[in-house]
Each structure stands twice: as structure tokens, then as C-alpha cells.
Nanobody, 128 residues
Framework: QVQLVESGGGLVQAGDSLRLSCAAS????????MGWFRQAPGKEREFVAA????????FYADSAKGRFTISRDNAKNTVYLQMKSLKPEDTAVYYC?????????????????????WGQGAQVTVSS
């Protein structure tokens, strides 16, 4: 049973930084892709960033480029999302996701259906 547990969410002010963590357990993740998605109130879930566990290739949504950085620590089975220069429009529940297959395609990374496992979500609120 794969478990993904997010942590690090909270209330911050515009311009602040925040780092989310996603601790993965229950399987060897060497062949996985890990992603971060977010869902704001009244909006659909949207892709933020993805990373392949084996070689660390990354892919970002346009809204995340230059401000967010996804990384992983293989020894800790943990994926991170470092967010800087946060804006009120970044307010959302952020979800960690894991997919058992990797295809190096932007459309694949962006699609929630590419991911098999999901965390419970972490609330990020950015005040203006």
C-alpha cells in the first residue's frame, strides 16, 4: 500500500516562501514520477510540477516556472516543492501524487490520470 503524506502548508503573506514535503512509503519508487497538483476553491485541480524519481527530470506548469522548484531526496523517500514569491492566487490545497509509469511528455505529466496515488492535501493560504 503506497502512502503519500504532505506537510509544510500554512498561512503566509504575499512574497513569502514555503516548502511543502511529501513523504512516500510502501514501495520502491525508483521508477516513479512524482507530481504536485493544487486545487483552489471553486476551481479544478491543476498541475504544478513533476519530477522523475530515477534521474530527477523536472517539468513545470507555466504558472510555477521561476518561482517553484520540485526536488526529491531518494534517501528519505521525500519529494519537495519549494515555493517563493508567493501570491494570493497560489492559495489552494496542494496535493502530492505518484505515478507508476514514466513517459517523458508534458501532456503526460500534466494529466492527473497519469498518477496512481494521492496524498490527503496540504492547505496553503497566501494573504495579500
Amino acid at each position: 500500500q503506497v502512502q503519500l503524506v504532505e506537510s509544510g502548508g500554512g498561512l503566509v503573506q504575499a512574497g513569502d516562501s514555503l516548502r511543502l514535503s511529501c513523504a512516500a512509503s510502501g514501495r520502491t519508487f525508483s521508477s516513479y514520477v512524482m507530481g504536485w497538483f493544487r486545487q483552489a476553491p471553486g476551481k479544478e485541480r491543476e498541475f504544478v510540477a513533476a519530477i522523475t524519481w530515477s534521474i530527477g527530470s523536472t517539468f513545470y506548469a507555466d504558472s510555477a516556472k521561476g518561482r517553484f522548484t520540485i526536488s526529491r531526496d531518494n534517501a528519505k523517500n521525500t519529494v519537495y516543492l519549494q515555493m517563493k514569491s508567493l501570491k494570493p492566487e497560489d492559495t489552494a490545497v496542494y496535493y502530492c501524487a505518484g505515478g507508476e509509469k514514466v513517459y517523458y511528455s508534458g501532456s503526460y505529466f500534466r494529466s492527473s490520470s497519469s498518477y496512481d496515488y494521492w496524498g490527503q492535501g496540504a492547505q496553503v493560504t497566501v494573504s495579500s
